[in-house]
């Protein structure tokens, strides 16, 4: 294990320390900006896979913790939404190995739905968090949160953003606070049932077991936490978490200046002391004033940032109009050049069809969700992934009928593996008066975030040949009345008159629209060669007489 300095992405070097770790196992889901991490831990030999979602990679990575193996788990903020139910009855349970839940967050919203702030989830389930600033407190601080998390056999929130996850600074491998942390354990089940089982009888304890954690963490965190005080003036306290402290350092070396490397449960003597030090104590932290809350919730008088600068990232030129009590209007940055659907892109098509019929559509997220804009404009609704069939199921069950009769549901090959199915199922076994219209868009692959593999395109996170989800047959299974497969090179007028027709009845319908994502055709082709030749060259199977 080579300790040289690496120049890494906050990615790279989480990656690099699971490895580093002995992690056994890493799931998740893509999204940006989270997606490099176990894309980069698969590259350097680990084992990582994705999983259709969110809550089945936590659910997964919860088993192979039970099972005595480190487990990385990852996704972006949204993905933590659907993973919360695992998670909240996790914090409960007593875990036989590190188990470390990766949240990237994405302030500004620079590919996401929306600017949810997730440091209110360690608060809300109970589970503690780490924010590192940089790659090296991204490095230093995942093998901490294995630590952490094995000594009090608890999972970990590993909170980054879009700046820590995607910038790149030197990593000092095996240097920091966790270079000392244990061996990987070995795996194996051990039987725990009133550690493992939450029902209430077991689950009532558990809870006091949990504050009790969470008490004695919060001890260590004052005594010997991840916590840094850059010394300054007297005159200005900062207190700062993630990337924020690397903003301060810049916009005010002067000041004194505190670093809160586990931000839950939080340090509040360290913070105390530190203020007593302070002429002037504030509070900069992107998103939601969670730590300014918490720091005046424990008597502690701080400033906070104005509301203008609760929105989007922060930079050095904000933080230092925060710090001179600026309000006044930012400067509006330029207009860059709007996203659109690629040339050659399969959905254009489809949307064309959809805006000429003047269909009501419920859309979903994915590359797809560019049919909102001109020159298609056809799309109505948009909220989260698979939310597309629930919305246009709803619409279809109040609208007067000649309006019930536009709605279409939209939604992308991954993002129907991802959260879709469930919604078929309701339209099956509720269906409107008017019936229903389901589309699937299949590129093959989830282009969205970087062209990754998903359970439909029969390839795993590397590339290797597994098990295929089939859309039709799936659909046929499930009591869909009607399903067609329309290749989107068919001639043209194929499409809209089918939907015309299917629109026209009072009937469940899916419509699987398939073409490769112009992007992803050439790995698609390499990769199926791959497979093919592989197989060909296989020796042929033993018969025993």
């Known amino acids: 294990m080579s300790d040289a300095p690496q120049l890494l992405s906050g990615d790279e ?16 889901y893509p999204g940006t900006p989270s997606t490099e991490i176990l894309e980069t831990f698969d590259r350097l030999g680990g084992r990582a896979q ?5 809550k089945v990679a936590l659910e997964v990575g919860l088993g192979a913790a039970f099972g005595g193996a480190r487990t990385l788990v990852t996704m972006k ?25 990766v949240s990237a967050d994405d302030p500004g919203m620079a590919s996401s739905q929306n600017e949810q702030d997730n440091r209110h989830y360690a608060r809300a389930a109970s589970v503690p968090m780490l924010e590192p600033m940089d790659s090296q407190e991204a490095y230093d601080f995942t093998l901490l949160a294995f630590e952490l998390s094995e000594r009090w056999h608890l999972p970990v929130l590993l909170r980054v953003t879009t700046r820590v996850c995607h910038a790149k600074t030197i ?26 089982v ?29 916590n840094r005080v850059f010394a300054g003036g007297p005159q200005l306290g900062l ?16 000041a004194s200046l505190l670093t809160i490397g586990l931000t839950y449960p939080l340090p509040l003597e360290t913070i105390r002391a530190f203020a007593q030090g302070c002429e002037r104590l504030l509070v900069l932290e992107e998103g939601d004033p969670v730590l300014l809350d918490a720091v005046r919730a424990a008597g502690i008088p701080a ?7 609760r929105f989007g990232e922060l930079n050095v030129a904000r933080v230092r109009r925060i710090l001179a009590g600026d309000q006044s209007a930012e400067p509006v940055p330029p207009k860059g050049k709007p996203p659109e659907l690629c040339q050659g892109c399969s959905h254009r098509g489809v949307f064309e069809v959809l805006r000429d019929l003047n269909c009501i559509v419920a859309g979903d997220i994915g590359c797809y969700t560019l049919g909102v804009l001109p020159p298609f404009q056809a799309m109505d609704t948009c909220v989260c992934m698979g939310a597309s ?4 199921l709803g619409l279809r069950h109040v609208l007067p009928e000649e309006e019930a009769r536009r709605v279409v549901s939209v939604i992308g090959d991954s993002t129907f593996v991802h959260s879709g199915i469930t919604g078929l199922a309701e339209m099956v076994y509720n269906p409107p008066a008017t019936g229903h219209v389901v589309m699937i868009l299949d590129n093959g692959t989830t282009a969205m975030t970087g062209q990754q593999e998903h359970p439909g395109t029969g390839r795993t996170l590397s590339h290797d040949p597994t098990g295929r989800i089939h859309f039709e047959d799936l659909a046929r299974a499930m009591g869909v009345q009607n399903v067609h497969l329309v290749d989107s090179q068919a001639p043209e007028g194929t499409l809209a008159a089918l939907l015309k027709d299917l629109l026209a009845r009072s009937e469940t319908s899916l419509v699987v629209t398939r073409q490769p994502c112009v992007l992803a055709a050439p790995k698609i082709r390499f990769y199926e060669k791959a497979a093919a030749d592989r197989s060909a060259t296989a020796p042929a199977p033993v018969v025993d007489d």
């Open 171 to 196: 990593v000092w491998p095996q240097n920091g606070f966790a270079a000392g942390s244990p061996v990987a354990p070995e795996p194996g089940f051990k039987r725990d049932i009133p550690a493992r």
């Open 50 to 54: 994705w999983s259709p979602n969110e």
């Open 303 to 309: 400033e906070g940032k104005p509301e203008q600068y």
């Open 239 to 254: 207190i700062a978490t993630g990337i924020a402290a690397m903003h301060a350092r810049e916009a005010a070396p002067e």
């Open 13 to 28: 070097a989480i990656a690099l320390a699971a490895l580093h770790a002995g992690v056994r196992l890493g799931t998740g």
């Open 198 to 226: 939450m029902i209430p009888a077991y689950a009532k304890p558990a809870h006091r077991r949990l504050r009790q954690k969470l008490a004695e963490i919060a001890a260590w965190n004052n005594a010997e936490g991840p």
């Open 389 to 392: 069939i629930g919305v246009g």
């Open 77 to 101: 903020h949204v993905g933590v939404n659907v993973a919360a139910d695992p998670l909240f009855t996790a914090a409960y349970t007593d875990l036989a190995a590190g188990l470390v839940l």
